[in-house]
């Protein structure tokens, strides 16, 4: 049974990312957490002229959160009406919203969070300091990035970038073994460098351990030269016609360059492909 957080703030996006979880785990029994967070530091710094009592955060911020949340399970249920392996729990909270992201991942035990993200303008430009950013970086649970405009479509080609610098704990990587049972995927893993070398015996010995690990599975190494790691990454995606980008938080200062690059203007596959971010749990 899997246990999947889906925090929304009732956008499109948001709904968006929830009806491709549905997608994406039909066939598998779930839990499916709707979480709202009405912000602690939205409602302590409103200029009011009464104090914010427990019953005023109720009637103001909680109520309508829960009214709104009801809707969704009714957009739900029109949704995956003949799936009765999903069970669906509604929570609303005020707290700041990482803070509220952590105490439910730890409480509900949390397998993967799903967040939507605007990609309009280019994902990069939008998800620095945006809710989902801060999930990614801060929460230390994978999370599956859906852009608003993704539309679901069996994963098929999964590509991996990694830069083999560091070593990845095999239960990190069990969210790409299931996605390649799943859905008899195939795995490209991606290296990309700035100018053509060799790998050192560290990156030899990361290589071979993947290598090993995905030997029953449909996989192959890919090795790109170019200066700019994000157009690489991005040729390689169109080209392949990949359906996710799988990528390791831990290995953070290559994962900025990907995602939070400040120069990056046309990075068009981030629009409308869902990307994978592994986080080890402690």
Same mark, same amino acid.
């Given at each position: 049974m899997k246990n999947i957080l889906l925090p929304t703030d009732f956008s499109d996006n948001s709904w968006n990312a929830i009806k491709y979880a549905l997608n994406f785990?039909?066939?598998?029994?779930c839990n499916f957490y709707?979480?709202?967070?009405?912000?602690?530091?939205?409602?302590?710094?409103?200029?009011?002229?009464?104090? +914010?009592?427990?019953?005023?955060?109720?009637?103001?911020?909680?109520?309508?959160?829960k009214n709104k949340l009801r809707n969704i399970l009714k957009r739900i249920s029109l949704e995956c009406s003949s799936n009765k392996s999903y069970k669906f729990y509604a929570q609303t909270d005020h707290?700041?919203?990482?803070?509220?992201?952590?105490k439910h991942v730890d409480e509900n035990r949390i397998d993967l969070i799903v967040m939507g993200t605007k990609g309009a303008s280019?994902?990069?430009?939008?998800?620095?300091?945006?809710n989902t950013g801060d999930v990614i970086t801060k929460v230390r649970c994978t999370t599956l990035v859906v852009p608003e405009n993704a539309t679901f479509t069996r994963p098929k080609e999964v590509a991996f970038p990694t830069d083999f610098h560091l070593f990845y704990h095999i239960d990190t990587l069990q969210p790409v073994l299931d996605i390649l049972e799943r859905y008899k995927a195939t795995l490209r893993i991606v290296h990309v460098s700035k100018r053509h070398s060799e790998l050192n015996s560290d990156q030899e010995n990361t290589k071979e351990l993947l290598k090993d690990y995905?030997?029953?599975?449909?996989f192959s190494f890919?090795?790109?030269?170019?200066?700019?790691?994000?157009?690489?990454? +991005?040729c390689f995606v169109e080209s392949r016609g990949v359906n996710m980008v799988v990528m390791v938080?831990?290995?953070?200062?290559y994962f900025q360059q990907i995602l939070f690059h400040s120069n990056v203007e046309n990075i068009s596959y981030h629009t409308d492909i869902p990307f994978l971010v592994l986080h080890e749990r402690h």
């Open positions: 785990f039909e066939n598998n029994e709707l979480l709202h967070v009405n912000r602690l530091n939205n409602i302590i710094t409103e200029e009011d002229d009464y104090i +914010q009592t427990p019953e005023v955060i109720e009637a103001i911020y909680t109520k309508p959160a707290d700041f919203f990482i803070d509220s992201i952590r280019g994902l990069p430009k939008i998800i620095a300091g945006s995905f030997s029953y599975y449909d890919h090795f790109l030269t170019n200066k700019k790691i994000e157009d690489a990454i +991005q938080a831990k290995n953070l200062n």
